[in-house]
C-alpha cells in the first residue's frame, strides 16, 4: 500500500583532464565510487523500509463513521464477517426485534437503537451475515450478585470474536444496586441485554442476558431487553446448572450443563 520509490543513481560527473597529475586521477576515482557506494546504500534503506512498514506497520483499518468499527489483527474473526456499515447519521431511534430460536427454546431479544446505536448496528449486521447461527452459549454465573448467560463466540470458548471492536456506550440510567453499600456497582435487572467486552471499547460478538439481577460496575453497554418467552429459556438453563469440574464439583461460573445452542439469529416478522 504504502510503498517507497527506489531509485537507481547515477553519479555525478567529473570532468577529467589529461593525465599530467596522477595523483589528482586517483582522487577524483575514489570520490566517485565512495559517493556511488553512499548513493546506493541510501536506495536500499529507502525502498527496504518502506516495503517493511507496508507489510507490518500500515494501521488496522476503522471505518468513518461515527461508531468507528477498527479490525483487530491480533484477533482474527472466528468466522469471516466484513466491517459493519458505519453511515454519517447512525440510526438512533426505534427498536429492532430478533428472533433466537435455542436449543432450550426462544430467545426472543428486542434490541433498542436510542440505547446503543452502534452497538444495535453491529448486532444486526453479525446476524445479517449469520455470525451467531449455530453458536453455542459457553458461560453460565449463578453468583449472588451475578446471574447471566454469557453467549457470541463461535468458537465456544470465550476467546472469539469479529475481527472488529468498537466504543462503549455505556448505561447512565442504570438504579444503584441495592446489595453493594458503596454505590459504585449498577442494577443490572433481570431481562437486560448487555455487551460482554474486555476492558473499555473492546466490544466485539459477545453478549450476555440477565437471568437474574445482578451487581456490576456499569463498564457494559446495555443494548435491549429478553422478551417474556426468552425468560423462561433462561431459567431453565439456569435451573439445569453449571457443569461440574475436578477442581470444583459445584462450580458457580462455567459451562450450562444444558447445552444452549443458537439455531438463528434474525429479525423478527412478526409485526
Known sequence: ?????????????????PLRNLTIFWRVCRMNRTLMTALAAAALVVSGGGTTASASDAPPRTTHGPCQYTQTPDEPAARPVPLPPDPRHTPGHGTVDMAVPTSQGPLPLRLDRAKAPCTVQSFAHLARHRFYDRTVCHRLTAYPTLKVLQCGDPTGTGEGGPGYKFKDELPVDLP??????????RLYGRGLLAMANAGPNTNGSQFFVVYGDSALRPNYTVFGTVGTAGLKTLDKIAAGGIEPTTQDPAPVDGTPVLRTELLSVRPSCRP
Open 1 to 17: 500500500m504504502w510503498l517507497a520509490d527506489g531509485f537507481s543513481p547515477a553519479g555525478p560527473r567529473f570532468r577529467i583532464r
Open 176 to 185: 444503584p444496586a441495592p446489595s453493594d453499600p458503596t454505590g459504585v456497582r
